[in-house]
């Protein structure tokens, strides 16, 4: 069956970016769903805002009430700008780990790279608990990165195998996760009751100062991951027909390990471990734009952002006034979903 295209050359840069004609209005489609739930996630709380007056504020129009400029922008929108952006970051993590092993089950939170971020940053709350909110990301960061060399080096065998690296990932998520859980157990009980909530994966009380901190993140490497997804493109082919075309495969792993890191202990440092993100959201792009990299990278982040947005409102109104961590929504519907995945490769 034939694909139809559409081609956007740049003559003052060597890059063009193909795109299946599917994606562009199923963007547009995710966008106005973006705004939809914005608004509406913004307007819901125990202070109920009319959802006229979210998108008034929204646009730059002033509302008849003046005091619901305060709670939209001060207390409510940086909470759903967080799990906005935290999904966005682990769908395209997810996105590149599963081109880069071609495994449908490879995410952040399978081979280690989460696991070693989350011990990282809760090593840094329980022992350094007056540690500044921008130094967490660069924890996290070192964790992931620990990690995945780790099991970059103990999968490599005279080269590194995407099943190797699989493997190699589970066994060191279960040993970063198991040191948390020693390190918790071990804690004073202050900082042990903040990282708890921190590892269920929680936007709660999130404010612009954590924006700020994991924004620089997205906007250098969101951009790489795009521009160089021509490249992901060829490794998902395999080993021998990448370097048949040209391509240095075990650079281009180190690349995209790298960027997927970055991506895994941004995130992970602002919103602790939200699961199953990273495995689902490539998963349903797939399934609506294909399998090239220039469209399923977009398509996968805005659903992965919707669905983190979407699971902190489910949270805070489910069982309403208690609130459930956004991680614990997404666990809930992930965790199935990774079985149905698991059966439905057990062939593959």
């Known amino acids: 069956m034939s694909k139809s295209w559409l081609t956007f050359p ?53 509302p008849n009430n003046p005091d619901y400029s305060f709670v939209i922008y001060t207390l409510r929108l940086p909470r759903v700008a967080a799990a906005f952006l935290v999904g966005i970051g682990l769908a395209i993590a997810g996105a590149i780990l599963q081109g880069l092993t071609r495994n449908p089950l490879a995410a952040p939170e399978i081979v280690g790279i989460e696991a070693g971020a989350g011990l990282a940053a809760v090593a840094l709350i329980v022992l350094l608990p007056s540690t500044p909110i921008s130094l967490l990301p660069i924890a996290a960061f070192a964790g992931a990165l620990l990690s995945a060399l780790l099991v970059y080096g103990l999968s490599w065998n005279g080269g590194s195998s995407p099943i190797r690296l699989v493997l190699v990932g589970v066994g060191i998520s279960a040993t970063a996760s198991a040191l948390t859980s020693l390190m918790i157990t071990f804690g004073d ?19 612009w100062a954590h924006i700020q901190a994991l924004l620089p993140w997205l906007i250098l490497l969101i951009p790489l991951a795009l521009i160089g997804s021509r490249q992901l493109n060829l490794l998902t082919l395999g080993d021998d027909m990448a370097r048949g075309l040209g391509s240095a495969v075990e ?23 939200i699961g199953f993100v990273g495995l689902m959201a490539p998963h349903l792009a797939r399934q609506m734009v294909g399998t090239q990299h220039e469209g ?37 519907v992930g965790a199935p979903y990774f079985l149905y995945l698991l059966y439905r490769n057990r062939n593959a």
Do not use: H, N
Not at 190 to 200: E, P
């Open 10 to 62: 740049y003559p003052w840069f060597p890059l063009s970016i193909r795109l299946d004609r599917r994606v562009p209005p199923l963007l547009a489609i995710l966008g106005i769903l973006t705004f939809m739930l914005l608004i509406l996630s913004v307007g819901y709380g125990e202070y109920p805002i009319p959802l006229l007056a979210v998108a008034q504020i929204l646009l730059g129009l002033d």
């Open 189 to 207: 009980i202050y900082d042990v009751s903040q990282a708890l909530v921190w590892l269920a994966g929680s936007v709660y009380g999130r404010s």
């Open 251 to 273: 650079w281009q792993r180190v690349f995209w390990l790298l960027i997927s890191v970055g991506l895994s202990g941004a995130c992970v440092a602002t919103a602790g471990t």
């Open 296 to 332: 399923l990278i977009p398509t996968a982040a805005l659903i992965g952002g919707l669905m983190v947005a979407l699971a902190d409102l489910l949270g805070r109104s489910l069982f309403a006034p208690i609130e459930l961590p956004c991680g614990v929504v997404t666990a809930a």
